[in-house]
């Protein structure tokens, strides 16, 4: 009785010791996130010629970058970014015409901001007003320039989505599918854990066009081993929250020339 005993309770201490080794190496199974389909198999951009846009990434309650654009189809366009506490906007009412450029910054940072524009031979500085806490500059530049500046800044939200493994859950009769997040351990140039995924991405079922997103999640990184992922939430801030939202919009493409235009040389 002793020696069956004695049996069980060291195949009992070998299962834990086992599972204190499993627990400081490796999850069991990892994801593969959506950046690493095939490019015709990821989240895109429109590439119509006329529609709205705009979209944010919060980051713990925090709003980290914003946009919000309209392009036209006799090529106007119109472009405003929140990055941080920096606001910049950008407005070229006919394709080939002048672009006019206004950006809100804090005092610590004016200077430095003042001097790049002013030392940018396709730039001129038109007005500056400066206050204790922000200044504003209101530029105009005779550049080349296009509406591919919107979609570029466009394809920054939807590629941020990619972070995540999707499961697609439903066609509807538009041919819009719609595609959720999956928490989960995924491989990356560090390991990260997803937690708390949420939300809903709707894009064409053929051509993966992101029509709209609002999806949320916490990331812990690194997170290569329970042990480190444990490690990593009880020694920092660790995890940070993310949501994500995008819009598009090809029916609504309405344009008026900002107020604040008025202010330059050639309005």
Request: hydrophobic share 35%; proline share 3%.
């Amino acid at each position: 009785m002793k020696s069956h005993a004695a049996k069980i309770v060291i195949g009992f201490l070998v299962v834990v010791c086992f599972g204190l080794v499993f627990s400081a190496v490796y999850p069991f199974t990892t994801s593969t996130s959506y950046a690493a389909n095939p490019p015709s198999e990821r989240f895109t951009v429109s590439d119509t010629d006329a529609y709205s846009a705009k979209g944010s990434i919060v980051v713990d309650g925090q709003v980290r970058l914003a946009f919000d654009s309209v392009v036209t189809a006799d090529g106007a366009w119109y472009q405003r970014v929140v990055d941080g506490d920096v606001v910049s906007e950008a407005y070229q009412p006919t394709a080939s015409g002048t672009v006019y450029h206004r950006l809100t910054v804090g005092n610590d940072d004016a200077t430095q901001r003042r001097e790049l524009i002013t030392e940018d031979e396709d730039r001129v500085l038109v007005r500056e007003d400066w206050d204790e806490d922000r200044v504003t500059f209101i530029a105009e530049a005779n550049t080349t320039s296009d509406a591919r500046q919107v979609s570029g800044t466009a394809s920054v939200f939807v590629n941020s989505l990619s972070l995540a493994r999707y499961e697609a859950e439903e066609t509807d009769s538009s041919g819009e599918t719609v595609y959720e997040p999956q928490s989960g351990w995924y491989d990356g140039r560090e390991a990260y854990r997803l937690t708390d995924a949420a939300g809903e991405v709707h894009a064409d079922a053929d051509t993966h066009v992101v029509k709209s997103a609002n999806v949320s999640w916490d990331v812990t990184e690194p997170a290569g081993t329970y042990a480190e992922y444990a490690l990593v939430r009880f020694a920092s801030d660790e995890p940070t929250a993310y949501r994500i939202t995008f819009e598009f919009d090809s029916d609504n493409t309405t344009l008026e020339r900002p107020a604040w235009v008025n202010d330059t040389n050639s309005a």
